[in-house]
């Protein structure tokens, strides 16, 4: 059954710390993406990535970081430098740069 | 900048009384526009991709079309269960990754 998960679904943290949440896909696609989504915006691209060991900044990237070791995995750290953590994010990915397919989202909270 | 605004921000419908969900957009070369459904604390679910004004797709109750300045989602005879948020986005010419978000039409549809 091909599609995209991330982990964990909800995640809380203590201001100050790091933060990484997981996203793996197994549809085969070559893009990932990070968006973020808070209450009465649309979707913020944070960073992306079109080929394994590349990524580019989206635009949010401050205070976040990424890596693209493999073809399915996508990770994204949250910093400390990140002034307003709490949201939910938003993993995608796609084949051909046209439609991108969204996991089902991790809500992190920072108190 | 490219820009999406969807109209209504919320939308209260009967079982069976249809309407339309709009898209307005501003975009230095449209490359596609999509459109997504969201349901509560979930991942945006894919729905369609326009290329080229004139274009329509459906699906089920749920029909997709485009001009050079807006797309609309036509519902007919919704029912309960087509109850969520609608997104519209839409890719420019020259940004193979990047998507501009709309913030979203809140569809709810009652007995």
Redesign the interface.
């Known amino acids: 059954d091909g599609g995209i998960t991330q982990s964990p679904k909800y995640l809380f943290r203590k201001e100050g710390q790091n933060v990484t949440l997981s996203c793996e896909q197994n549809l085969n696609h070559d893009a990932m993406y990070w968006y973020r989504q808070d209450p009465g915006q649309g979707l913020r691209l944070i960073y992306y990535s079109q080929i394994v060991n590349d990524f580019q900044k989206g635009d949010i990237a401050e205070g976040y970081s990424v890596s693209r070791e493999k073809k399915e995995s996508f990770p994204l750290t949250v910093t400390s430098a990140q002034k307003n953590p709490t949201a939910f994010y938003l993993c995608a990915s796609s084949r051909d740069s046209y439609e991108q397919y969204f996991g089902p989202g991790t809500r992190l909270t920072v108190t | 900048e490219d820009q999406?605004t969807q109209s209504p921000e919320a939308l209260r419908l009967q079982e069976g009384e249809s309407s339309s969900l709009n898209c307005s957009y501003t975009v230095s070369g449209l490359?596609?526009l999509?459109w997504?459904r969201q349901d509560p604390?979930?991942?945006?679910?894919?729905l369609f991709?326009l290329y080229s004004a004139g274009e329509e797709k459906e699906k089920e109750r749920l029909k997709a079309t485009l001009t050079k300045k807006e797309s609309f989602l036509h519902i007919t005879a919704p029912k309960p269960e087509d109850s969520a948020t609608y997104?519209c986005?839409v890719?420019a010419s020259g940004t193979?990754?990047?998507?501009?978000?709309?913030?979203?039409t809140r569809l709810q549809v009652t007995l």
Do not use: H
């Not at chain 2, 604390?41 to 894919?46: A, I, R, S, T």
């Open positions: 999406v490359r596609g999509f997504y604390g979930k991942g945006p679910e894919f991709t997104l986005a890719q193979a990754s990047k998507l501009t978000f709309g913030t979203g």
